[in-house]
């Protein structure tokens, strides 16, 4: 079965600074899909990044960025110039034929 | 637009009992997924709807079940509830049918099972 592996359940990071937020993933698939959701205290939960395993090139949206390492089946969130309102839980995520797993989660908090 | 909404959003029950769930999508998205979210288990995929359709099913038991109207609404039920039910249930509406596709969250139903 494939898992989905967060070793980091807190990390924090002063405003402006650059935080990295680590995901490993276990499977057998080559054609699969990878994702980061943030979910905010009592606040809906929200798609930052999506990455396509067939696709080399790592998936960038404004400050959040992904290193994908496939071979590695790494997936790791970057988030540059670190702002308060980014302080949440950060979920990884991988999904394959309308299944998704989910990892336990990084709670990042940011300090003013 | 209206982002996806769900009712109730909190809910008491005792064991026993059952429960019906009720989320409205994102109106055009089509399919609606259903997840539950406890501190022991963490986030874990239930269902997904669309077009009326199940299209799978995560690993829980047959007291879980939904489905899907034709104005694309979805509700969710659990019969027979046990204090492990006690949960936040979250729903999520995307426009093309696959969990693989950017989903959109709603708030959440949180029950609590006494």
């Known amino acids: 079965a494939q898992t989905v592996t967060q070793s980091q359940p807190e990390m924090s990071v002063q405003e402006a600074e650059t935080v990295t937020l680590s995901c490993t993933y276990d499977?057998?698939?080559?054609?699969?899909?990878l994702f980061w959701y943030k979910q905010p205290p009592s606040r809906q939960m929200i798609l930052v990044i999506r990455?396509?395993?067939?696709?080399?090139q790592n998936a960038t949206e404004n400050r959040f960025s992904v290193n994908f390492q496939k071979a590695a089946k790494s997936f790791s969130l970057k988030i540059s110039d670190s702002q308060l309102g980014d302080a949440a839980m950060y979920f990884c995520?991988?999904?394959?034929?309308?299944?998704?797993?989910f990892g336990a989660g990084t709670r990042l908090t940011v300090k003013p | 637009k209206a982002g996806v909404t769900q009712t109730p959003r909190y809910l008491i029950k005792t064991r026993g009992q059952q429960v019906t769930l009720s989320c409205s999508p994102i109106?055009?998205?089509?399919?609606v997924s259903w997840y539950q979210q406890t501190p022991g288990q963490g986030l874990q995929f239930l269902f997904e709807?669309?077009?009326?359709?199940?299209?799978n099913k995560g690993n829980f038991p047959g007291r879980f079940s939904g489905r899907q109207f034709s104005n694309s609404r979805s509700e969710m039920n659990v019969s027979t509830l046990e204090l492990g039910d006690s949960a936040l249930y979250l729903c999520?509406?995307?426009?093309?049918?696959?969990?693989?596709?950017?989903?959109?969250f709603g708030p959440g139903t949180r029950l609590t099972v006494l």
């Open positions: 999520a509406s995307s426009f093309l049918a696959g969990v693989y596709n950017e989903q959109f």
């Open positions: 499977t057998s698939e080559s054609d699969y899909y």
């Open positions: 990455q396509e395993a067939y696709k080399q």
């Open positions: 995520a991988y999904s394959r034929e309308n299944d998704m797993r």
């Open positions: 109106s055009g998205h089509r399919s």
């Open positions: 709807y669309f077009s009326e359709t199940q299209r």
